[in-house]
């Protein structure tokens, strides 16, 4: 042990296993949250193990090693906080390190937290029932493996179901086509080659801005342009290391209390209530800072104010005229229709300019879509084929709760998870649902985790309530907990009030669903902010669980 009490808890279990399968914990996913998981509750002393469906553990940063994956959330937020030694033993190299420092970084706190040993790798959960007469969780692989576990925690992530089947044909392409989220591991040499995008979300536009210059020709088939702030993306210095790794008790206790788990919070109060002159000065400094903080952390009324919302949103667009300059470009890639900041704003590096590269071509499917995927290319709804030899679909995800619809996931009395969220996606603080005893979610809908937050403090709050939660049961001698219908009514309606009240809901994009045909449409995030999120979890574990029915 170290001087903060870093342990490696062993994996010894206090209950005897009777089956080499059952287990007190089995936990999907190896990524941020799951890794956690299993060196909480493996600290509890139970017997744990993750099933995790990929080859490797890092989640996110296992599947999205696309061309320019990247974070923008700062390396030294984006980081686990109950190990002050493991902190300041990992050196980052630069501000927002690209995807292979982040898949090593997991590679690393696997390794030192001896975690590897519990994982199932190559283990994709395809059932999961409550079995009501033992009162356990019965949980099938696509192997054909069958788990037992009284605990069943969900660590699927928010964003790994990827809408793979975007368009009709795609089989009969002449070439690959690659999913952004199902990148091979071997490089894709794009020398020559015609190669076709489609999407310009946060992950379209990292691959477009970083491949522009390999390919021989690039077409963007572009259907809502997107706003952007530029990255600022400096090397740390030994020095930088040192001045950060100083701050970890001040970052530690201020992230979980914040807006949105980043080290930055609403500090100028309502952006209505400034004169001109300061608007400018701070709308100024907020674009030069380089990172989400003029998205998530500038002026509340942003998010309220239709009026406050255009102000910035022309302050932004004018900003994309100065580097776009052509009026042609600035008509295609420049919004109009939605307000900035109503759904998520990506940093890039030089997306805008690689329009300007003769070898890049915009084709605009807004008006007239893309009808289906034919062998030579994209076929769009006018007949017009676009001849590409490589395709790629950075088209997003099933959002929040497209991880747990893909699997079979039955409650106490047999019902569907995926029947009830196709009619209404509902859960209890984002960690529990209704009829579905002893499952514990992250990443799921309805809490900041879902999408408005620094992942890494949103998912470190919930293990921790999960992980209290457990070790709570545990001591009190409970076998069962689940949450109230009437509380999940509470924490619905609580959700949607604060919601309904911000631009974000009348915006269309996955946080909303509407990226998905027929998905119900509600905001899949919370929005009240991570602190006040936090509060709201604590409030329940303190008061015994409080809306939740313990057996
Ligand atoms: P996304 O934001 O959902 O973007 C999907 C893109 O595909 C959109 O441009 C969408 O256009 C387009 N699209 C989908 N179907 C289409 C169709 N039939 N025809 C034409 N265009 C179509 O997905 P994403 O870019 O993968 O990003 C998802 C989230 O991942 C981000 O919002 C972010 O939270 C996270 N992410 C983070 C980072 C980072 O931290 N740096 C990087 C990448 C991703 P429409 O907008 O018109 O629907």
């Known amino acids: 042990m170290s001087a903060d009490g870093f342990a490696v808890p062993v994996s010894e279990s206090k209950s005897k296993p009777h089956g080499d399968n059952r287990y007190d914990a089995i936990v999907i996913g190896a990524g941020v949250a799951g890794l956690y998981q299993l060196y909480r509750l493996r600290s509890l002393g139970l017997r744990v193990r993750i099933l995790e469906a990929g080859s490797g553990v890092g989640g996110t940063w296992y599947w999205n090693r696309y061309p320019g994956a990247r974070f923008d959330s700062q390396a030294y937020i984006y980081q686990y906080w109950f190990s002050e030694t493991m902190y300041k033993e990992w050196n980052a190299s630069e501000r927002f390190p690209a995807q292979p420092e982040t898949e090593r970084w997991l590679n690393y706190v696997t390794d030192r937290c001896d975690l590897r040993k519990d994982i199932e790798f190559g283990a994709k959960v395809t059932r999961a029932a409550f079995n009501n007469s033992t009162q356990r969780w019965d949980i099938d692989t696509a192997s054909g493996q069958r788990y037992d576990a009284r605990y069943f ?14 368009f009709p044909g795609q089989m009969s392409f002449n070439g690959p086509i690659f999913h952004t989220a199902r990148w091979p591991r071997t490089p894709v040499d794009f020398t020559g080659k015609r190669v076709g995008i489609v999407g310009t979300g946060a992950t379209g536009i990292q691959v477009i801005q970083t491949i522009a210059g390999q390919v021989g020709q690039l077409k963007v088939f572009l259907r809502t342009p997107q706003y952007i702030i530029p990255m600022q993306n400096p090397k740390f210095s030994d020095t930088d290391r040192e001045a950060y790794k100083a701050l970890f008790p001040y970052l530690k206790e201020r992230l979980p209390n914040s807006f949105s788990g980043f080290d930055f919070d609403f500090r100028y109060g309502n952006f209505a209530d ?278």
């Open 153 to 166: 925690v969900t660590c699927c992530g928010m964003l790994s179901a990827p809408l793979e089947e975007a």
């Open 274 to 551: 400034l004169t001109p002159e300061r608007k400018k000065e701070l709308l100024e400094m907020f674009w030069n800072e380089g990172t989400l903080v003029l998205w998530l952390a500038s002026f509340p009324d942003m998010f309220t104010s239709e009026a406050v919302n255009e102000e910035i949103s022309e302050f932004v667009r004018q900003k994309m005229r100065e580097r776009l300059k052509d009026p042609e470009l600035c008509r295609k890639l420049i919004p109009t229709t939605y307000g900035f900041g109503t759904h998520r704003v990506p940093l890039e590096s030089g997306y805008l300019e690689a329009y300007h590269r003769p070898n890049v071509e915009i084709v605009e499917v807004a008006n007239n879509p893309i009808a289906s995927v034919v062998p030579e290319g994209i076929r769009l709804a006018d007949g017009t084929v676009h001849e590409v030899d490589i395709l790629i679909l950075a088209t997003g995800f099933d959002a929040g709760s497209g991880s747990l619809t893909r699997i079979d996931i039955r409650g106490k009395d047999g019902q569907s998870l995926k029947e009830q969220w196709n009619q209404e996606i509902r859960t209890t603080l984002g960690l529990a649902v209704h009829g579905f005893p002893n499952l514990f979610t992250t990443a799921a809908p309805l809490a900041p985790s879902a999408a408005l937050c620094n992942m890494t403090t949103c998912l470190q709050q919930q293990v921790d309530w999960i992980s209290d939660c457990i070790d709570f049961m545990e001591k009190k001698g409970h076998r069962v907990i689940e949450a109230t219908k009437a509380f999940e009514d509470y924490w619905v309606d609580h959700h949607d009030r604060i919601a309904n009240a911000t631009l974000v809901t009348k915006t269309d994009s996955w946080y909303m669903g509407s990226n998905v045909d027929g998905k119900p449409r509600r905001l899949l995030s919370y929005i009240g902010g991570v602190g006040r999120y936090r509060r709201e979890c604590n409030e329940v574990a303190v008061n015994e669980y409080r809306g939740f029915t313990l057996g």
